[in-house]
């Protein structure tokens, strides 16, 4: 079955400090991961997806196949970062997009 | 240059009534899901429409809820004899198609049932 996990509900940093947002998922297949992020009142949005391999807003994330994970980085966390973090999966077949619980980034001036 | 439109924005409804909450996709958007938010409980997937197939409806709660897809356009998501645990922000998002592909997401319908 198609699983998301975050372990950590928040996630509290000092600007300037490194940020890793874990994820791990189940999936026997190959599937494809991305994450999403939402600011305050604002909606849900697409941050990056694996297939792209970008850096969006400073953040990276690598598929760890053996490990079956997708961390999500940033060296230098900043204010704006500040915002609710979801990593997502979609499997081949039919593209069912399944998030995780989420992580609560802040941080901390 | 619309993007996905949820209405109501926010609905409150006494415990046992139904309600209708509706999504207004992106146009030529093939796929349309919806999740349920709520505090500490991260995105539910609901249910999930991708073109003409048959919809994926194994994230459904209970059979309270159902939902549907007219014209492979609009969808209304409806929720039976409402109960308190139905409180939560309902999410609808959109995508090009099934797979790899960005989904766009409504701001969402507040319901809060008392």
């Known amino acids: 079955a198609q699983r998301v996990t975050q372990p950590e509900k928040l996630l509290s940093v000092f600007k300037g400090a490194p940020v890793e947002l874990k994820c791990n998922y189940s999936?026997?297949?190959?599937?494809?991961l991305f994450w999403y992020v939402q600011y305050s009142r604002q909606r849900l949005q697409l941050l990056l997806r694996h297939i792209s391999r970008e850096s969006i807003k400073g953040f990276t994330a690598d598929l760890n196949k053996g490990e079956t994970s997708f961390h999500l980085k940033k060296p230098f966390a900043q204010e704006e970062d500040s915002a609710m973090y979801y990593c997502a999966l979609s499997g081949p077949v039919r593209g069912k997009l399944i998030f995780g619980q989420g992580t609560e980034l802040s941080v901390k001036p | 240059g619309a993007g996905v439109s949820q209405s109501p924005s926010n609905k409150v409804t006494e415990k046992g009534k139904d309600v209708e909450l509706r999504c207004d996709p992106i146009?030529?958007?093939?796929?349309l899901y919806w999740y349920r938010q709520s505090l500490g409980q991260g995105l539910e997937f609901l249910i999930y429409?991708?073109?003409?197939?048959?919809?994926?409806k194994s994230g459904l709660p209970s059979d309270r809820f159902s939902a549907e897809r007219t014209g492979g356009s609009v969808s209304t998501l409806t929720i039976q004899r409402t109960q308190q645990e139905d409180s939560a922000v309902y999410l609808c998002?959109?995508?090009?198609?099934?797979?790899?592909?960005?989904?766009?997401f409504g701001q969402g319908t507040r319901l809060t049932v008392v």
């Open positions: 998002a959109s995508s090009l198609d099934s797979r790899g592909t960005e989904a766009f």
């Open positions: 429409f991708q073109g003409n197939s048959a919809p994926d």
């Open positions: 999936y026997s297949g190959s599937p494809e």
């Open positions: 146009s030529g958007h093939t796929a």
